[in-house]
């Protein structure tokens, strides 16, 4: 009846597929793609927060096999590890995370744009969205200026990582990357003291000697570049494509609290990623039906953020809306992102630099077209004209 697994890139507007599937259909089996297609708020809320409901290998069908350091970020990874591990490989990605140092957006916008050529038709995914958040992760670890150019221009191959669907073309040059990458990383952060961190922040039930916490160490903060090229590009475009699309002129919404709330409400309305998958690990019962052990579940976050039953007139797009925050955009239980803060300050705070910059932002074309991707809603370019 349905498909309920389809690219991005070939829907100009995948809510109606979602609104009629929360209407008639909100836990559906898909036969032609054997997922549990999951809609309704209450039912991604409780798959998300079933211990028993696990993340798929990423590996299992892959052409070719992964190299030694492509298999080690797979394998380490707190986004693709289950328990008992995660909750070690969570704690190491939490480790590097707080170690940050704050990175001013506003110094790494201007020279993004200073460089960007001609700003009456700026891409600003290429230009922007593709380096701004993986660059102040880099700064933020104290790599130099050069590391920072070289390891975020290997993030586009590297983050097929992720994909559950490989190439062997792209297998060939991930693992190639993923070498250059681990090496580089691990060589940086030997020289910063952050393993003996690791060593005591690691769950007592498990026990890491000090070179298997320096691979998880390292795996996990390629992961944060990862995730933050991944994520963050897509969420960049998708909040100032609204912000050209609205009435923006509007007072609340030109001073940071109001662009603040503007940031969230889109991360509910316009979110960057629109669904996750899980796997039985044993039977669970849902809504009545038994979804047998080793069957997979498509969890659609981006329906469940326009439930009615959890959001008043779910398809208004409303900055004062109170319960804003229960959106399932970052994830939920365990495997919730934990980057959501600061990924919702980053965004604000690139716009208020963008803002104080430029007065006269206009959208250059009026069809924005997507990346090819199943899972995530990500603008392939944004073409802008920016004046003082
Ligand atoms: C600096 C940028 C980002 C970093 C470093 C980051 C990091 C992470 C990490 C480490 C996890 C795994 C947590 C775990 O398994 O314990 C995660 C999960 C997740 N992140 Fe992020 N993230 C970033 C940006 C984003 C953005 C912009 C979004 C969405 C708009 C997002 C959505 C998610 C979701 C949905 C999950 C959970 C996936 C699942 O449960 O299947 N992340 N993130």
């Not at 995370?97 to 704050?102: Q, T």
């Not at 001013?104 to 201007?110: G, K, N, P, R």
């Not at 001609?118 to 104290?142: C, M, T, Y």
């Not at 890491?208 to 903060?221: C, F, G, P, Y």
Request: aromatic fraction near 8%; proline fraction near 6%; charged fraction near 20%.
């Amino acid at each position: 009846m349905t498909n309920t697994t389809f690219l991005q890139s070939e829907t100009d507007d995948p809510f109606v597929l979602y609104r009629k599937m929360l209407s008639t259909h909100p836990f559906y089996w898909d036969e032609r793609n054997r997922v549990w297609a999951v809609y309704s708020y209450a039912l991604c809320h409780t798959v998300l927060n079933d211990a028993r409901a696990v993340i798929p290998d990423v590996h299992a069908t892959a052409p070719a096999p992964l190299s030694p350091a492509a298999m080690a970020i797979v394998k380490n990874l707190a986004r693709l590890s289950n328990a008992p591990h995660h909750a070690t490989a969570r704690a190491v990605a939490m480790v590097a995370f707080e170690a940050l140092r704050p990175v001013a957006v506003a110094d790494t916008l201007s020279h993004l744009l200073d460089d960007a050529g001609d700003l009456s038709a700026l891409d600003w995914v290429e230009a922007v969205a593709k380096k701004v958040p993986v660059q102040l992760l880099l700064r933020g670890f104290n790599f130099s200026p050069a590391d920072v150019r070289v390891l975020s221009d290997t993030m586009p191959r590297l983050v097929k990582i992720m994909q559950p669907a490989k190439t062997p073309e792209q297998v060939l040059a991930l693992n190639q990357c993923a070498h250059e990458v681990y090496a580089h990383v691990e060589q940086h952060i030997l020289t910063t003291g952050l393993v003996k961190n690791i060593l005591s922040a690691i769950p007592p039930s498990e026990t890491l000697n000090t070179a298997e916490a320096m691979t998880m160490l390292v795996s996990n903060i390629i992961g944060l570049f990862i995730q933050s090229y991944d994520a963050g590009r897509g969420m960049l475009s998708n909040t100032l494509l609204q912000w050209l699309q609205r009435d923006t002129r509007l007072p609340a919404i030109t001073h940071r609290d109001g662009l603040y709330r503007f940031v969230c409400e889109t991360t509910r309305y316009a979110p960057t990623i629109h669904n996750t998958r899980r796997v039985a690990a044993e039977d669970i019962t849902l809504n009545g039906h038994v979804i047998p052990k080793g069957e997979t579940m498509l969890v659609v976050m981006a329906a469940a953020n326009r439930d009615p039953l959890r959001f008043e007139h779910p398809d208004t797009f409303d900055i004062y809306r109170s319960n804003n925050d229960d959106n399932l955009t970052f994830g939920s239980g365990a495997h919730q992102c934990l980057a959501k803060h600061f990924m919702r300050r980053l965004v604000t705070e690139t716009l208020v630099s963008l803002f104080d910059r430029y007065k006269n932002i206009a959208l250059h074309t009026t069809r924005v077209t997507f990346e090819p991707l199943v899972n995530a809603r990500i603008p392939a370019h944004l073409i802008i004209a920016l004046k003082p």
